[in-house]
Antibody
Framework: QVQLQESGPGLVKPSETLSLTCDVS????????WSWIRQPPGKGLEYIGY???????HYHPSLKSRATISVDTSKNQFFLNLNSVTAADTAVYFC??????????????WGRGTLVTVSS | VMTQSPDTLSVSPGERATLSCRAS??????LAWYQQRPGQAPRLIIF???TRATGIPARFSGSGSGTEFTLTISSLQSEDFAVYYC?????FGQGTKVEIK
């Protein structure tokens, strides 16, 4: 079955760029939308953005100027870059697959998540 | 905006739990529910307001349309004590924690 796995540095310095990778195994990355969602410690879920496998993207308005999501179909991976990070970006970051069925739009597969701490 | 109630629900094992989600404007039936156990990723349990995801037990049911939605867990098992989120497109509710009474 399809599985997602996040990877990347667990510690990033303020003002630097957070870079994460999501490996998609057990299935093709093609044909789907792929998303990043984060969860600050003790808080709820926050949508960051998504990329279609072919490259079209959408971002949360509050992160649009700092976030970039990209897809590499040859490696079955997708990526998140978030620049100019502050302590407020400390969170568990999840990668997820978006499924669209009729008018329904939902996240049907999730990675386990990776904690990223922003600190000097 | 998606608003869930209550913030915390205390229920005894074997009892029924009823969770609510309200949308600030009509979302038709484009609503999903997720379960998140401590230290784990969220898991899709309901999509399309009432369709159970693959592998989800029948004790979970969803209902509603427009702006008012309900997730019902008919007989709480130990593994059901968790936080539940509703979601419409790119917006999540704040979550309801279901705890042991």
């Amino acid at each position: 079955q399809v599985q997602l796995q996040e990877s990347g540095p667990g510690l990033v310095k303020p003002s630097e760029t957070l870079s994460l990778t999501c490996d998609v195994s057990g299935g093709s990355i093609s044909g789907y939308y792929w998303s990043w969602i984060r969860q600050p410690p003790g808080k709820g879920l926050e949508y960051i953005g998504y990329s279609y496998y072919s490259g079209s993207t959408h971002y949360h308005p509050s992160l649009k100027s700092r976030a970039t999501i990209s897809v590499d179909t040859s490696k079955n991976q997708f990526f998140l870059n978030l620049n100019s990070v502050t302590a407020a970006d400390t969170a568990v970051y999840f990668c997820a697959r978006v499924s669209i069925f009729a008018v329904n739009w939902y996240f049907d597969l999730w990675g386990r998540g990776t904690l990223v701490t922003v600190s000097s | 905006v998606m608003t869930q109630s209550p913030d915390t629900l205390s229920v005894s094992p074997g009892e029924r739990a009823t969770l609510s989600c309200r949308a600030s404007q009509s979302v038709s039936t484009n609503l999903a529910w997720y379960q998140q156990r401590p230290g784990q990723a969220p898991r899709l349990i309901i999509f399309g307001a009432s369709t159970r995801a693959t592998g989800i037990p029948a004790r979970f049911s969803g209902s509603g349309s427009g702006t008012e939605f309900t997730l019902t867990i008919s007989s709480l098992q130990s593994e059901d004590f968790a936080v539940y989120y509703c979601q419409h497109y790119r917006t999540f509710g704040q979550g309801t924690k279901v705890e042991i009474k």
